[in-house]
C-alpha cells in the first residue's frame, strides 16, 4: 500500500476517523521512511515521498488509534559538521500524542560503537526504541471549563503524579500512583480541604531514565528528562494500553476542574533526554541535529549546554520554536491544563549568548492567542553564565521568586539584618516587579519546592543526607539554608518580643506536624 500525499499540517501522526496522516519536519533528511509495527513487533515501511517546507508527509488509510510506529531518517552522517542521521535508528515522533514504554537500554540505541566512539554503530535499535502511538483525539468534556482563578486568590500545591498515591490508603490499589489515582474523590477532598486552587505537576511529558542510571538500578524519579513533548508519560496510567494515558489524563482534568482546582504542567522545553554528543539517538538527534540543538560554534560535534543536562533547545530555530509553541498550545486546547511552570526558563530567552528578555520566544507567547491567555510561571535561572534572572522576566509572566525563598529561611533560622528585606519579600518584592508594570502576584511565593530540602528537612537537618539514591549526599546544592528547629535561636531574631513568643509556638509546633 502506498501512502496518499496527505498535507505537511499539522505536524506529528492526525487521526481524523478514517485514517491517519503522517507529518515530519527535517531539512536535511534526504529521505524518510514511516515505519508501521504490529503487537509482535513485525515493521512495515512506507517512503513519504511528498515534501513540503522540508516537511515530509502522507496518509494512511484505515491506519488509526494505538498504531505504533515510528520514522527512519536517510541522511548525511557526520558529527564533526553537526550532522547524525542514521537509517539504522528507529526515531520518536517528535509530535507522537502518546509513546509506548520506555527506553530499554542497548548499545543499538547509540550512533557510536562503544569500544571505538570514532566508528558510526549500525546496529538496528528497532525493539529497544519507543514506539510512537497514533492518539485517539475524541473524548467527551461535557461541560468542563477552566476555573480561571486569579493569581491573587491562587494557592499552589506542587505535586508528584505518582508520589502523591502511590502509598494513599483511600486510593484503589489499582489506581495508585496514577493520573486517575490523583483524580480519585480521596484526593481531591484532601486537596480541597488543605486550600489548595491549582495542582502544579512535576513532568508529566514523556521522560526517559538515563543510561547511567539505570546501571545503577535507579530510575529518573523527578522526570526532568523529556523526550516526548506532546505525550503524558506512560507509566503513570493505571491502563495505558494503546495510548490510554491520553484518555486517562483528560479524565483526571476534567475531575480536577469539577472540583475548581486547577491543572499546572512543570514543562521541561530547555534540553532532552538525548543528552551530549555521547547520548543516545532517540529522536529529534538523527531526524535534524542542527536544527533542534544548540551546537557549539565552530566544533557542531559537540552541544551547548546551558542546563547541566548534555544538551539545550535550539530556540534561534523557526522550527524549534513552533515544536514548542505546538506543544503549548495542544495542552491547553487538547487537553484542556490552565498553565505552564517552565523549568530553567532563562535557557528559552538565550537566542545568541546572554539572556535576553526580549526574545523570540517571549514574543510568541505574547501575541499568541490562546498561550497568553493560561498562567505563565517561570522558574528563571538556568546553570549559564548570567542565568539568574529572577525579576526580569518580562509582563504576562509570573516567577519562583527565589529570593522570598532564601530571605524566609534566613529570617526563620536567625540570620541577622533580614527583617528588612525579609517584609520587603512578604510585602510583594516591589523592588523586583514594580519597575516593569508588575503588580505583586508575579512574585510566586515559595519556601520549599522538589529542588533541595523538604519542609520537614528544613526544619530538621543542617546538611542534606540523601542516602537513599546511592550518591552520598554528593547530589543537589549545599546551600539549603536549613537548620533543625531545636536550633533556632530566637533571641537572635530581631521581633518584638510578644510576636517571638507566637512564633516560638508555631516552630513548636512545625517540628511536629511537618
Not at 116 to 133: K, T
Not at 322 to 345: C, K, P
Not at 431 to 455: C, E, K, M, W
Request: hydrophobic share 35%; proline share 6%.
Amino acid at each position: 500500500m502506498r501512502p496518499w500525499p496527505g498535507t505537511p499540517y499539522p505536524l506529528g501522526a492526525t487521526y481524523d476517523g478514517v485514517g491517519t496522516n503522517f507529518a515530519l519536519f527535517s531539512e536535511v533528511a534526504e529521505r524518510v521512511e514511516l515505519c508501521l509495527f504490529d503487537a509482535e513487533g513485525k515493521e512495515t515501511r512506507y517512503a513519504l515521498e511528498e515534501v513540503d517546507g522540508f516537511v515530509h508527509h502522507g496518509y494512511l488509510l484505515n491506519v488509526g488509534p494505538g498504531q505504533r510506529y515510528g520514522f527512519r531518517v536517510h541522511g548525511p552522517y557526520d558529527p564533526k559538521r553537526g550532522l547524525r542521521c542514521n537509517p539504522n535508528k528507529l526515531l520518536i515522533d517528535p509530535y507522537a500524542k502518546a509513546v509506548s514504554h520506555g527506553v530499554k537500554w542497548d548499545e543499538s540505541l547509540f550512533g557510536y560503537q562503544f569500544a571505538n566512539p570514532a566508528e558510526r554503530n549500525d546496529d538496528d535499535s528497532a525493539g529497544h526504541v519507543p514506539y510512537s502511538l497514533v492518539a485517539n483525539p475524541f473524548f467527551d468534556w461535557g461541560n468542563d471549563r477552566q476555573p480561571k482563578r486569579p493569581y491573587n486568590e491562587t494557592v499552589i500545591y506542587e505535586a508528584h503524579v505518582k508520589g502523591m498515591t502511590v502509598h494513599h490508603p483511600f486510593v484503589p490499589e489499582a489506581l495508585r500512583g496514577t493520573y486517575a489515582g490523583l483524580a480519585h474523590p480521596a484526593v481531591v477532598e484532601h486537596l480541597q480541604k488543605l486550600g489548595v486552587t491549582a495542582v502544579e505537576l512535576l513532568p508529566v511529558h514523556q521522560f526517559v531514565t538515563d543510561h547511567g542510571l539505570a546501571e545503577k538500578g535507579l530510575t529518573n524519579y523527578w522526570g526532568y528528562n523529556t523526550i516526548g513533548y506532546f505525550a503524558p508519560h506512560d507509566s503513570y496510567a493505571a491502563m495505558p494500553g494503546e495510548g490510554g494515558q491520553v484518555q486517562e489524563f483528560k479524565g483526571m482534568v476534567k475531575a480536577l476542574h469539577e472540583a475548581g482546582i486547577e491543572v499546572i504542567l512543570d514543562v521541561v522545553y530547555n534540553h532532552t533526554a538525548e543528552g551530549n554528543h555521547l547520548g543516545p539517538t532517540l529522536s529529534m538527534r538523527g531526524i535534524d541535529n542542527e536544527a533542534y540543538y544548540r551546537l557549539v560554534e565552530g566544533e557542531p560535534e559537540y552541544y551547548m549546554d546551558y542546563t547541566g543536562t548534555g544538551n539545550s533547545l535550539n530556540v534561534r530555530n523557526p522550527h524549534t520554536l513552533q515544536l514548542i509553541m505546538d506543544s503549548l498550545r495542544y495542552w491547553v486546547t487538547e487537553m484542556h491544563v490552565d498553565g505552564f511552570r517552565f523549568d530553567l526558563a532563562s535557557a528559552l530567552a538565550r537566542e545568541f549568548y546572554d539572556v535576553d528578555r526580549l526574545s523570540t520566544f517571549f514574543d510568541l507567547v505574547q501575541q499568541d492567542p490562546i498561550v497568553s491567555q493560561v498562567k505563565l510561571i517561570a522558574e528563571p535561572w538556568d546553570v549559564g553564565p548570567g542565568g539568574y534572572q529572577v525579576g526580569n522576566f518580562p509582563p504576562l509572566w509570573t516567577e519562583w521568586n527565589g529570593q522570598f525563598r532564601d530571605t524566609v529561611r534566613d529570617f526563620w533560622r536567625g540570620e541577622p539584618s533580614t527583617l528588612g528585606e525579609f517584609a520587603s519579600r512578604i510585602t510583594g518584592s516591589s523592588d523586583l516587579y514594580q519597575d516593569d508594570g508588575r503588580r505583586p502576584f508575579a512574585s510566586i511565593n515559595f519556601v520549599t519546592a522538589h529542588d533541595g530540602f523538604t519542609l520537614r528537612d528544613l526544619v530538621s537537618y543542617n546538611e542534606k543526607h540523601n542516602e537513599a539514591n546511592g550518591e552520598d549526599g554528593r547530589d543537589g546544592a549545599d546551600d539549603n539554608r536549613s537548620c533543625r528547629a531545636a536550633d533556632v535561636q530566637l533571641g537572635d531574631l530581631d521581633v518584638d518580643p510578644e510576636v517571638g513568643e507566637a512564633l516560638e509556638v508555631r516552630l513548636v509546633a512545625a517540628q511536629v506536624r511537618v
